[in-house]
């Protein structure tokens, strides 16, 4: 999503009193204190300082941005001077918000219509989805992005804390090593490229899967593959490498075969967000980027 920032306590004001990010489909950055103030004044928010950040704020990479602006009973805005505050639960209670307070971002699809409408028809029934638990605790689905007549799919195995604030697979760190290695490495464009998990919400804290989540969201991957019809499917991390294999091994031992998920070859590799790790410990060209290399090569051969 994009993003801008508001420079004085003059325009902070002016963008909350018009609700210009719900408007624009921006998201604002208030650099200054005076600048954050004004805008939690402007927008009717109490400043109530908890882990570096405000109420109703999201705090990504250390910059705070302003809270997604949700509809309150009243149809109105929880900017507006008007809007009744929706019930609040005891504060030891962490109650699931109601579905009409949550919002959603439209995946980005490019390619084949009829393809791009069965997707938007599988994206209306994951958004209703709660086959298991993750459903109760998202915030919003992430169902992929990119071209559906794609040769390439990426899968990894759940939406992150960024992945699911922006509704889209694959940003931050992690998603800009994975750019990389399809530009530079592989060199195809990324808007060549399709872009999804294997579980579509993303697990609180960023836990471990639990098999039966896995299991019950596997059937959503199936179809956007079947839809999709790749030539080959990166199963970028060990679950989304399980699933689609089929078999309950660890990722080392998963890497280094090949695999078929109906008419696509399936190579299984590091996630993205691993492999950052493990370049921020061991440096560049460490043994995970070496074995990676050779997975994305195997792919490269599978796709001619
Ligand atoms: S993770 Fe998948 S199966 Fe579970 S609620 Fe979300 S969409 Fe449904």
């Not at 950055?29 to 300082?49: E, H, M, S």
């Not at 059937?219 to 089929?246: C, D, H, N, Y």
Request: charged residues 25%; proline residues 7%.
């Amino acid at each position: 999503m994009p993003v801008m920032s508001a420079h004085s306590p003059l325009a902070a004001q002016l963008y909350a009193r018009l609700s210009l990010d719900r408007r624009l489909g921006v998201k604002f950055i208030a650099l200054a204190p005076a600048t954050r103030a004004a805008w939690l004044a402007a927008a009717g928010k109490k400043i109530d300082k908890k882990n570096g950040a405000e109420t109703g704020e999201e705090k990504i990479d250390g910059k705070i941005f302003a809270a997604p602006r949700v509809p309150v009973n009243n149809g109105s805005t929880a900017s507006g001077a008007t809007a009744t505050p929706a019930p609040r639960p005891p504060a030891n209670v962490a109650a699931p918000l109601p579905p009409e307070h949550l919002r959603q971002t439209e995946p980005r699809l490019t390619g084949d219509a009829e393809k791009s409408a069965a997707c938007r028809a599988q994206f209306a029934e994951i958004c209703a989805c709660r086959a298991c638990a993750l459903g109760a605790s998202r915030r919003q689905v992430v169902f992929g992005e990119g071209n559906l007549d794609a040769r390439l799919m990426f899968v990894g195995d759940y939406p992150g804390k960024d992945e699911e604030f922006v509704g889209r697979p694959f940003v931050g760190n992690g998603g800009q090593l994975l750019t990389d290695i399809i530009e530079k490495g592989m060199k195809i464009p990324v808007g060549a490229v399709f872009l999804t998990t294997l579980v579509k919400c993303r697990p609180p804290g960023n836990r471990p899967l639990k098999p039966d989540e896995s299991a019950a969201c596997a059937e959503f991957l199936r179809r956007q593959i079947a839809t999709v019809k790749p030539r080959v499917v990166i199963a970028a991390g060990q679950t989304a490498g399980q699933i689609l294999s089929g078999r309950q091994a660890d990722l080392a031992a998963l890497r280094g075969q090949n695999f078929q998920a109906g008419d696509a070859t399936v190579v299984v590799t590091y996630s993205p967000v691993f492999l950052w790790q493990m370049r921020r410990k061991y440096g560049r060209g460490n043994d995970y980027d070496r074995q990676t290399w050779e997975d994305i090569q195997r792919a490269m051969r599978e796709l001619g």
